[in-house]
């Protein structure tokens, strides 16, 4: 049985499919994320995933439950962390995971050992009757993870769980991650728009683009898929430029080519042999290279690879109609 | 219905909570009633004939208290539902409504803690009523007037989680707000006796679930009878409020937050 299981999953609003026909399925005590930029379709299929949201098409199965039909099973088993910090400021750190474990049920004599346990596992025992508002924002991150994971839940989802949050707080928090999954053995399911969070802790990574999966692998094939080694080189194109790409495609070793202007981005194994045939091949069109350089291939090239643009929000693709339309159909 | 009480407590608990640590607004609540009481009782001081013409003996600030002990109940209750709109906002909700708990639960628990906390804030108005010389001739009725304002209270909260349920926004919320809180106190007989009102006036006053609420907190403080509205006509009135405002609310409350905030 697969903790998360999705068939054909769509969502719309009105006539903006946020979620596009995702069929995909998460191995029990993986931690899976999803990739992509702001607007992609993560935190949609997220909140379908924790019942906030119903899907307009197609199945959603968490824990063995449809998210439908067995909301409240579904519910039962899973914890949620939300982007933002949902802590109460009131209340003192014990007493916001207090209030999370009544929330889930948790039996009333459990409910203390359960509150140490992981307040010893975030290392927030020692602040625990302090009033949240003199915590810093990694303290209360840690803290709603905390209380996500009170219950034990079979899968723990935690969307975007380091933004806004400073480079060693955010390694902090994965530190925390990997200890809460060894820890309670959970499937974790999260989204990113950070690479290297996507890189250091997933086992397996979707990339998702304008509501659909471009491809879901391990970190670690998606960069072998490119070959191991990515050369980028600027050149001054001339009337040639055309069989000279012709000609860098029959290049064995070459397994994909982007193009940006100027800029050829050879994604390829062995690349200290295939440099000199590209400079034979330019030296007989006339192309003059500009710059060329040799480089390992991180997941950001992944994701340019398969989306053809960078993670980065690109303005030239942002809709600021279609974006001010869905925005307007999800608060209605 | 036993797990319902206890979502419902939970949700209680850290209302409750956030109101204990949040000293300056107990205060602040209490800013408003206190004119009311401290000046408005004086300014009309000179009004004692009029209230004599309908039977009641005492002084006008004794006359208008229990109008303001509602009148405290009502604008603490009718605010008390804005933080449904920051638990929206700030995830709470979320964090409620992906756990097991049922949603009637979160209605329920945050109407009973914001009545709670308005016959709190009324009790303290009654402690200033006492300080400025208001006479209770039976002291032990502060009792069934604390029942009735707790009861009372709780109808209100319903019309507010209702509203912020329902509102988008906070301006939307505070808007509906002032255009229902207010008249409801005006059209009621908590600064004039119910004879003196016009008589289209006093046909409105008397759709009004307010003026029951005034009317037997009246009698039960002063011992005057006023209207001629029998106690168990008032009583019913109420009940039929509360039960009709916590029902709408917890119906109301659960559809609107399955939708998309």
């Not at chain 2, 009317?215 to 009878?225: H, N, P």
Request: charged share 20%; glycine share 8%.
């Amino acid at each position: 049985m697969y903790s998360i299981e999705t068939k054909s999953l769509t969502k719309s609003f009105g006539d903006l499919v946020a979620v596009n026909d995702i069929s995909f399925s998460v191995e029990k005590g993986e931690i899976f994320g999803f990739l992509g930029p702001n607007g992609a379709g993560k935190s949609t299929t997220m909140m379908i995933f924790t019942t906030l949201l119903k899907p307009t098409n197609g199945n959603a199965f968490v824990g063995g439950f449809d998210v439908i039909k067995n909301s409240k099973q579904v519910r039962e088993n899973i914890g949620f962390v939300q982007q933002e910090t949902t802590v109460d400021e009131y209340l003192s750190g014990r007493e916001n995971l207090l209030l999370q474990a009544k929330l889930n049920h948790i039996p009333k004599n459990e409910i203390n050992q359960r509150i140490d346990e992981v307040l010893d596992l975030i290392e927030l025992s020692d602040k625990q009757d302090e009033s949240v508002v003199t915590y810093s924002g990694g303290m209360r991150k840690r803290l709603d993870i905390a209380g996500g994971l009170l219950h034990h839940p079979r899968v723990l989802f935690l969307d975007e769980p380091t933004v806004g949050l400073d480079i060693q707080t955010r390694r902090k928090i994965w530190q925390y991650i990997k200890k809460i999954h060894t820890q309670f053995d959970m499937t974790i399911f999260l989204t990113t728009h950070y690479m290297e969070e996507a890189d250091s802790l997933c086992d397996r990574i979707g990339i998702i683009d304008h509501g659909k999966i471009q491809v879901i692998d391990t970190p670690k094939n998606m960069k072998n898929d490119l070959g191991n080694e990515i050369i980028s080189l600027v050149i001054e194109s001339n009337s040639n430029y055309d069989s000279f790409l012709q000609e860098l495609k029959k290049i064995e070793f070459i397994k994909k080519i982007n193009e940006a202007g100027s800029k050829l981005t050879l994604f390829t194994s062995n690349g200290t042999e295939v440099i000199p045939k590209i400079f034979q091949i330019s030296s007989e069109l006339g192309i003059k290279i500009k710059s060329i350089s040799l480089t390992q291939p991180t997941l950001d090239d992944v994701f340019i690879s398969y989306t053809g643009h960078e993670i980065r929000d690109d303005d030239s693709k942002y809709n600021r109609r279609r974006e001010h339309a869905k925005m307007k159909r999800l608060r209605q | 219905m036993n797990t319902i009480a206890y979502d419902a407590y939970t949700i209680f608990w850290r209302e409750l909570k956030r109101y204990k640590k949040s000293r300056s607004g107990v205060l602040i609540r209490l800013i408003q009633p206190a004119i009311w009481i401290i000046v408005v009782g004086n300014i009309f001081s000179e009004t004692q004939p009029l209230i004599q013409s309908v039977g009641f003996e005492g002084e006008y600030i004794e006359f208008m208290a229990p109008g303001v002990i509602i009148l405290t109940a009502i604008f603490t209750s009718i605010f008390g539902g804005v933080n449904t709109l920051w638990d929206r906002r700030y995830g709470f909700m979320n964090k409620a409504l992906t756990s097991p708990i049922s949603r009637s639960a979160i209605a329920i628990g945050k109407m009973s803690a914001i009545s709670l906390i308005a016959a709190l804030q009324a009790s303290l108005i009654i402690g200033i009523a006492l300080a400025i010389g208001v006479t209770f001739p039976n002291p032990l009725m502060i009792i069934p007037i604390m029942g009735i304002v707790i009861l009372f209270s709780l109808g209100f909260s319903g019309i507010s989680v209702t509203l912020a349920a329902t509102a988008k926004s906070q301006e939307t919320f505070w808007g509906m707000i002032n255009l229902l809180g207010m008249p409801l106190f005006m059209l009621s007989p908590a600064l004039f006796p119910l004879e003196l009102l016009p008589d289209w006036l006093a046909v409105v006053a008397k759709l009004n679930p307010v003026t029951y609420t005034i009317l037997l907190v009246r009698e039960l403080m002063t011992g005057v009878s006023e209207g001629g509205v029998p106690i168990l006509i008032s009583v019913g009135v109420i009940f039929a409020f509360v039960v009709a405002m916590v029902g709408i609310a917890s119906y109301v409350f659960t559809r609107e937050v399955n939708k998309p905030f």
